[in-house]
């Protein structure tokens, strides 16, 4: 209801006596569809801000407002040094105008997204903040009213029909005399349904914030939860803004973050999976010699200028499909094929690395997603952009400083940390309360962790392994024997103002193993 008439009147009737008497002294627009007007007396001041967007346009009142020093545009300057004579409310009707000095008027046309601010003097538009809506230099505010019959007649006549007789309630109120079983009501108590709800849309004592089928609205009426209550109505108009704002504000950048991510994640995750495709042909059954070994055993059963041709594989015992260049023969193909054999374990081992790398930035990925999953308010939201900007740029996901490596031993990963700062990343911002975490004990060294899967036990001999890992990435590397402390995430803090790395533990146990890498490739 923050654009509906019986609230508009409110607020007119509020600001009459607050702006009667005041010189306007600024107008201007810093961010698009948004215009600020500001008026002054002696030492009062009461700023306006008008946003008229095309999802969103309501007016708050705001205190002590900080005019940003570049990007702002002056407006109506014919507006400035005008004083204000009096607040005038249009009858039936989203709208008002403050009558100003100098045969000034200035309309506050609030008609939803075709809303406008209209600077005129005396009949004649002089400038329109929204001059997209060139028709609106055409109004003319002094016969904007709206005369409706809405005497009990005119009510019968209409048999109750609410949006013939009052087409200014709009949805709350309807909802309203619902609630109190107007439709199955007599004629003559609808009438009184009405009546009683006038008295408090024309005469409110309070002003209300209210979630209403998922939505924040103000209200006249206590409808749906009520969420704040307010005596004035320029402080329910502000606060309402700010709500409004705030909330849809963090809807937008949240979906847009998640969004963000998730696209990433599905292109890293493709890309991975691809590669370890390819890295299990070069492997196994599909490595080039095999393949050119194929191509010259079959050369006369390979028809000119083939592009594709099914022939016997006796490597894997099966019949396969191979795919030519037109205009190369078979056994230049070959010949090329035993060419890239020589350099395979090349390729073998950039595709080991990519896919390695690869799974590092699918766990950042779904890490970060899993942080912005717990989000709940726009303060924590914009906490979080600010902490994950360097996953939610337009940088290529290779130019991001991964803070661990990534083992894989029985289904469950295995962080390592890669240094002492980037052990803080990996245990404050990758590791969550379920997560193992270990370390050799007494000694600096590399952060472990081995991700949590929900309802299974990690297996000891998986625990070991990152045992290892952790006393072979530290200063017990050359020992024969290393203690490992391990525990769950939920009992590692790190205390405010620590060096990097540093953390407490509160309960762990220790395991005794070896020093080395278990993966190390013999």
């Known amino acids: 209801m923050h654009l509906n008439f019986y609230f508009l009147r409110q607020l007119a009737q509020a600001l009459?006596?607050?702006?009667?008497?005041?010189?306007?002294?600024?107008?201007?627009?810093?961010?698009?569809?948004?215009?600020?007007?500001?008026?002054?007396?002696?030492?009062?001041?009461?700023?306006?801000?008008?946003?008229?967007?095309?999802?969103?346009?309501?007016?708050?009142?705001?205190?002590?407002?900080?005019?940003?020093?570049?990007?702002?545009?002056?407006?109506?300057?014919?507006?400035?040094?005008?004083?204000?004579?009096?607040?005038?409310?249009?009858?039936?009707?989203?709208?008002?105008?403050?009558?100003?000095?100098?045969?000034?008027?200035?309309?506050?046309?609030?008609?939803?997204?075709?809303?406008?601010?209209?600077?005129?003097?005396?009949?004649?538009?002089?400038?329109?903040?929204?001059?997209?809506?060139?028709?609106?230099?055409?109004?003319?505010?002094?016969?904007?009213?709206?005369?409706?019959?809405?005497?009990?007649?005119?009510?019968?006549?209409?048999?109750?029909?609410?949006?013939?007789?009052?087409?200014?309630?709009?949805?709350?109120?309807?909802?309203?005399?619902?609630?109190?079983?107007?439709?199955?009501?007599?004629?003559?108590?609808?009438?009184?349904?009405?009546?009683?709800?006038?008295?408090?849309?024309?005469?409110?004592?309070?002003y209300h914030i209210i979630r209403l089928q998922g939505k924040l609205r103000l209200s006249l009426l206590p409808l749906g939860q009520v969420l704040h209550t307010y005596q004035s109505p320029l402080d329910a108009a502000d606060h309402f803004t700010r709500l409004y704002l705030s909330e849809t504000g963090f809807e937008r950048q949240y979906e847009q973050a998640k969004q963000q991510l998730e696209r990433k994640r599905h292109v890293t995750k493709t890309v991975m999976e691809q590669s370890e495709q390819k890295l299990q042909e070069l492997r196994h059954d599909r490595s080039y010699s095999q393949t050119a070994d194929v191509i010259m055993a079959n050369l006369t059963n390979i028809p000119s200028r083939s592009t594709k041709v099914e022939l016997y594989d006796f490597y894997t015992d099966q019949t396969r499909t191979y795919r030519l260049k037109q205009h190369e023969t078979p056994q230049k193909f070959a010949e090329r094929l035993y060419r890239k054999a020589k350099n395979q374990h090349v390729e073998v081992k950039q595709l080991e690395e990519k896919v390695e790398r690869k799974l590092e930035e699918l766990i950042v990925l779904e890490d970060a997603l899993q942080a912005l999953a717990a989000v709940e308010n726009y303060k924590e939201l914009k906490a979080y952009l600010r902490e994950y900007t360097h996953l939610l740029g337009s940088k290529q996901q290779e130019q991001v400083q991964i803070p661990f490596r990534v083992f894989e031993s029985e289904g469950y990963k295995i962080l390592v940390g890669k240094s002492s700062q980037n052990n803080d990343q990996l245990t404050q911002r990758h590791t969550y309360k379920e997560d193992m975490w270990l370390h050799a004990k007494d000694v600096s060294g590399s952060h472990v962790v081995i991700k949590h899967q929900a309802g299974k036990t990690i297996p000891s001999t998986v625990l070991e392994k990152a045992a290892q890992l952790a006393a072979y990435y530290s200063k017990r590397k050359t020992d024969s024997l290393c203690p490992v402390i391990y525990t769950p995430k939920k009992w590692v803090r790190k205390p405010k103002g620590s060096p990097p790395g540093s953390v407490v533990v509160e309960r762990e146990k220790v395991l005794l193993v070896k020093p080395e890498n278990p993966f190390a490739k013999v």
Not at 98 to 107: A, E, K, N, R
Not at 168 to 188: D, I, M, N, Q
């Open 16 to 206: 009459k006596p607050k702006l009667t008497g005041m010189q306007a002294v600024t107008a201007f627009s810093q961010n698009k569809d948004e215009l600020i007007l500001g008026f002054a007396r002696a030492q009062e001041e009461l700023y306006i801000r008008a946003q008229l967007g095309s999802q969103f346009t309501s007016l708050s009142f705001p205190t002590g407002l900080r005019r940003a020093r570049a990007n702002t545009v002056e407006l109506m300057q014919q507006l400035q040094g005008q004083m204000v004579e009096d607040v005038v409310q249009h009858q039936n009707e989203r709208s008002f105008y403050f009558i100003l000095s100098g045969g000034y008027l200035l309309l506050f046309k609030l008609f939803g997204n075709r809303s406008n601010i209209i600077l005129y003097q005396g009949e004649e538009a002089v400038e329109l903040f929204q001059n997209k809506f060139a028709a609106d230099a055409d109004l003319n505010p002094l016969q904007m009213d709206r005369p409706l019959q809405q005497n009990l007649a005119a009510f019968a006549a209409a048999n109750g029909n609410l949006r013939k007789v009052y087409p200014t309630f709009g949805e709350l109120p309807v909802l309203y005399l619902e609630e109190r079983g107007y439709s199955h009501a007599t004629l003559e108590e609808k009438w009184e349904l009405v009546q009683s709800m006038l008295e408090v849309l024309e005469a409110p004592e309070e």
